[in-house]
Nanobody
Framework: QVQLMELGGGSVQSGGSLSLSCVGS????????LGWFRQAPGREREGVAQ???????TYADSVKGRFTISQDNINHTLFLSMDSLKPEDTAMYLC????????????????WGQGTQVTVSS
């Protein structure tokens, strides 16, 4: 069974940077689609970034050019580097894993972490 745990949330001022990591266990060894989502109070969960088994990435328009998703397949760790943070980036950030090698355009995932809070103050 795949288990995911996010690390690295916190508080930062607008314009600052934060890095998140997600440690996984039980992964399919040949690689799979991994992603980051976020959910703010009163809002729907939003896909932020995803990366497939070949390392190809997809980003939400709201974070393009500011966020970078990457992975360490050997250590089963997913990363999200966030720069130029804005107050509207404030949310609970969750990592996710799919059973498939390639990512779907519909941002479909099978396994979820518990989330880590990111707060950006103005």
């Amino acid at each position: 069974q795949v288990q995911l745990m996010e690390l690295g949330g916190g508080s930062v001022q607008s314009g600052g940077s934060l890095s998140l990591s997600c440690v996984g266990s039980g992964y399919i060894t040949s690689g799979q689609c991994l992603g980051w989502f976020r959910q703010a109070p009163g809002r729907e969960r939003e896909g932020v970034a995803q990366i497939d088994g070949d390392g190809r990435t997809t980003y939400a328009d709201s974070v393009k050019g500011r966020f970078t998703i990457s992975q360490d397949n050997i250590n089963h760790t997913l990363f999200l580097s966030m720069d130029s943070l804005k107050p509207e980036d404030t949310a609970m950030y969750l990592c996710a894993a799919s059973r498939t090698y390639y990512c779907s355009r519909a941002w479909l995932f099978d396994y979820w972490g518990q989330g880590t809070q990111v707060t950006v103050s103005s």
